[in-house]
């Protein structure tokens, strides 16, 4: 790919070209411009390369080379805005050297990349979030799958995306052939041994995470991180901005990555990865104080050691639930639920005189004495 240098001047050499009007759509000078010409035709592309091989110590850059810094910085990264671009040149730039976030507007403004919004009121109404809140890396992790697209050959991409709340470290972003619990459990366990546990997982009410018919929602996955010492948090049916942080990771992996679509599958991982690795140690985010995720992400002091052995108080009926989803109470048998199957529950009477039923810490609901 042409760098911008090599790109306005290629420009700059067709017989029509307007030498000003280019070098306000690049934001350069008139000087600079003619002299990339004129080493152009001197030395060729070696010669505009030689124009950013000074040494490090050089106390001062041209102002047409650091204009060109921000724009291709810029053409990488179409949707950052000044904020973004000063962050990331303050990483590899003396200060001296760092032009200002005001500075960085002009220059995408000369340039014409910059595209003016209009203000639109909210059509949202108050958000009533879910009672969880991130204090430190690995307090909440948010789970969902990224609504699916097809690479070139017509091939289904299908990500499962895990994201700590609270650095906005993004930990997994998988393509997975199928959404079944078992699949997907396989690809958390490998997420826990490497980043060990979180204390809450955020998720909506979509399969393989939620079963509407199952006890408290439980899914064989969502019982298996119960079972981990997990808490898990549903978000409300209808309300994706109770996972807006999630939403929004989802907005940028769309226009990153789902609005070029790969030619295949592997070349999809591929770029999927790149875009993970970009945005944990590359992309400041605004709510870090302009740090990279990669910054305050830290592993989890809850190491990954399997189902925990479940307790349940002095007097409470503890059952194993058969692989048909049932126990036997009270002489009779009683459905509970399929995703617990192979795993104890306790049944435990109240002062009402019904019976509540247990899964770890978890409420099934009550049954009734006479059911």
């Known amino acids: 790919m042409a760098t911008l240098k090599e790109e306005f001047v290629l420009r700059a050499l067709e017989p029509d070209a307007n030498l000003s009007a280019l070098c306000r759509e690049y934001g350069i000078s008139r000087k600079t411009g003619y002299k990339w010409v004129a080493r152009f035709k001197e030395r060729g592309v070696e010669g505009l390369r030689d124009l950013s091989r000074r040494p490090h110590s050089s106390p001062l850059r041209t102002s047409g080379e650091v204009v060109l810094q921000v724009l ?7 949707r950052w805005g000044p904020k973004k671009l000063h962050a990331v040149l303050s990483r590899g730039l003396k200060d001296e050297e760092v032009p200002g976030r005001r500075t960085i507007a002009r220059i995408l403004e000369r340039a014409g990349v910059v595209r003016t919004r209009k203000s639109r009121p909210s059509r949202e109404g108050p958000t009533v979030p879910p009672e969880v809140v991130a204090e430190a890396p690995n307090d909440v992790w948010t789970v969902d ?75 064989t996955l969502s019982a298996w991180w119960v079972s981990l010492g997990i808490r898990i948090v549903r978000s409300r049916p209808g309300c994706p901005q109770d996972n807006g942080g999630h939403e929004r990771m989802h907005l940028d992996l769309r226009f990153d990555v789902e609005d ?34 990669a910054d305050i992400y830290r592993r989890s002091d809850r190491p990954f050691l399997g189902p925990k052995k479940p ?61």
């Open 72 to 78: 291709e910085l810029r053409r990488a990264h179409p």
């Open 311 to 371: 307790w349940y108080p002095p007097g409470a009926a503890v059952r194993r639930v058969n692989k048909k989803g049932c126990v036997k109470y009270a002489g009779r048998s009683l459905y509970v639920s399929m995703a617990l199957a192979g795993h104890s529950i306790a049944f435990l009477h109240n002062d009402a005189g019904d019976t509540e039923m247990f899964f770890y810490n978890l409420s099934l609901g009550q049954l009734a004495e006479a059911a």
């Open 260 to 293: 070029a679509p790969a030619d295949d599958l592997d070349a999809q991982r591929v770029a999927l990865n790149k875009w993970r690795q970009e945005f944990n140690h590359v992309r400041p985010h605004e709510a870090l104080d302009m740090k990279v995720p």
């Open 145 to 219: 799958f990224k609504g699916w697209w097809r690479t070139q050959d017509g091939t289904r991409a299908e990500p499962l995306t895990v994201r700590d709340g609270f650095s906005r470290y993004v930990l997994c972003a998988e393509l997975m052939e199928t959404t079944k619990a078992e699949v997907v459990r396989g690809v958390f366990q490998r997420l826990f041994e490497r980043h060990g546990l979180p204390g809450t997982i955020l998720v909506d009410n979509g399969s393989p995470f939620v079963s509407m018919r199952s006890p408290a929602g439980l899914t």
